[in-house]
Structure formats: structure tokens, C-alpha cells
């Protein structure tokens, strides 16, 4: 029987979960697909911001609008 180490710090929850990765490709199909939706997502909401100067005051407005600053 064999004992697992229950992770104690980020780095040992990290090198977990890429030897997951390594044994189940479906894992890695999986968290690509994660990502490249919160791309897609962030892209069509920072379209929404505008250009230059307009693009930084519009973001500042949105941040403070859900207190995040």
C-alpha cells in the first residue's frame, strides 16, 4: 500500500499537478481549453475599454466598479 504526501506549499502542489498532467493527457486538453476561454473572454472585454489614455481611464472605472480597487 502506498502512502501519499498530502502537499505543504505551492511548489508541491505545482509538481503535482504536472505529473498529472503527464499521466492523463485529458488533463492537459482540458486546461488549454480553460484558458484559451478566459483569452477569448478578456480580450472581448478589454475591446470594450477603448485605446490608449480612453483604454486606461475606462479600465480604472470598471476595476473600482467591482472593488477590486
Known amino acids: 500500500m502506498e502512502i501519499k504526501k498530502i502537499p505543504k506549499t505551492n511548489l508541491n502542489y505545482v509538481?503535482?499537478?504536472s505529473k498529472k498532467l503527464k499521466e492523463n493527457s485529458k488533463?492537459?486538453?482540458q486546461q488549454k481549453m480553460?484558458?484559451?476561454s478566459q483569452i477569448k473572454a478578456s480580450n472581448s472585454l478589454f475591446k470594450n475599454?477603448?485605446?490608449g489614455?480612453?483604454?486606461k481611464q475606462n479600465a480604472?472605472?470598471?476595476l473600482k466598479g467591482v472593488?477590486?480597487?
Open 60 to 62: 480604472r472605472k470598471y
Open 67 to 69: 472593488n477590486l480597487i
Open 34 to 36: 480553460l484558458i484559451d
Open 15 to 17: 509538481e503535482l499537478y
Open 49 to 51: 475599454f477603448g485605446k
Open 27 to 29: 488533463l492537459f486538453s
Open 53 to 55: 489614455e480612453k483604454f
